[in-house]
């Protein structure tokens, strides 16, 4: 497998086990309190907590299935080539985002 989808792989596992342990830990540490921290002068709630940690647990979850799916890709002979238009996706950008799927003229708005 290519070495930036190898990494890219292996931080969004890192990734997803450290959000889960925290998201592990707010609910337990709540379960544990009988606070109301809906008025809690410190700032943000322990739902407001729950609930971020949850988006980006889930955002990395989608994020794996991306990066699964450019594996696939590579092991098919397809990693590189837009999925829209077939064209070359130019190094820079897979450098960049070595899960991504189509090529930045197919990301404009105005078809070419």
């Known amino acids: 497998m290519d070495g930036l989808l190898n990494a890219e792989r292996a931080n969004t596992m890192h990734r997803i086990a450290s959000l889960t342990r925290q998201f592990d830990v707010i609910v337990e540490s709540s379960a544990l309190t009988i606070n109301d921290d809906e008025h809690d002068p410190e700032g943000a709630t322990v739902a407001f ?21 450019a ?4 092991l098919d002979g397809g990693y590189g ?11 820079e950008r897979l450098a960049a985002l070595p899960a991504v799927e189509i090529c930045i003229g197919c990301t404009s708005p105005v078809q070419r």
């Open 49 to 69: 907590e729950r609930a971020q940690v949850s988006a980006l647990l889930a955002d990395a979850k989608k994020h794996l299935v991306t990066v699964d799916r």
């Open 71 to 74: 594996v696939e890709r590579f």
């Open 81 to 91: 080539r837009c999925t829209r238009c077939g064209q070359a996706i130019a190094p």
